[in-house]
């Protein structure tokens, strides 16, 4: 869910302007899950910014103080959200903690990195929300070790139907800063792409595995 439409357009330009987005439908880039995406967003980018990169963790701390309060924990997924997630939390003098994809295999095995108060609610950072399996093994994770999970921030996401109805399900709220309906929006109004490249974009989202 987009908060507000004004900081939505703001961060689709910033991206843009760093070619954080990338579209190319006629050769489409392969992501990990095997999905042919016309679309490939790099927001690691934001941090080589530091106009870019303080708009966005200003933005996002402001989100979470005035959705959430200041009694919360920030926690970043690792590894793209942990630098913004940082700044986040100091922002809002807050703890910082990061959930890895999986336990380490050594050490002392941790997926969960930091501390984290259980009396407090959770806060989860994420760079880019897509299909939302990463982003829920982490929730899981959190919710594992009986922390509770008040929502979700990201800074961009693909808005995919079955990503948000996996949210849904299991009850977790998560807000962006931008996502694809704003980011299609903003490129037809600045006539950058036209009426049959703006369909196929759409057809993309609509059915990722089978729309090449």
């Not at 927001?43 to 966005?56: A, D, G, H, M």
Request: glycine residues 6%; hydrophobic residues 40%.
């Amino acid at each position: 869910m987009i908060l507000d439409k004004k900081i939505a357009l703001q961060t689709i330009t910033y991206l843009t302007q760093i070619n954080a987005i990338k579209l190319n439908s006629k050769k489409p880039f392969t992501w990990t899950s095997g999905i042919k995406s016309p679309i490939y967003c790099d927001n690691r980018l934001i941090l080589s910014y530091p106009k870019i990169r303080e708009f966005v963790a200003d933005k996002m701390a402001e989100i979470i103080k005035d959705k959430y309060g200041k009694k919360n924990s920030i926690t970043g997924v690792a590894t793209g959200a942990i630098a913004i997630g940082s700044m986040i939390a100091e922002r809002l003098s807050l703890p910082f903690s990061y959930v890895r994809p999986e336990p380490k295999g050594h050490g002392l095995k941790n997926q969960i990195e930091g501390r984290i108060d259980k009396e407090n609610g959770i806060v989860v950072i994420e760079d880019l929300i897509s299909t939302g399996k990463s982003s829920l093994n982490a929730i899981n994770a959190l919710k594992f070790e009986g922390y509770k999970v008040n929502g979700m921030l990201s800074i961009f996401s693909y808005n995919f139907h079955f990503a948000n109805e996996i949210f849904e399900k299991e009850n977790i709220e998560v807000n962006s800063l931008a996502d694809y309906n704003v980011l299609l929006e903003k490129l037809k109004s600045d006539d950058k792409i036209d009426e049959k490249e703006l369909t196929r974009l759409i057809n993309w989202r609509n059915d990722p595995k089978n729309w090449f």
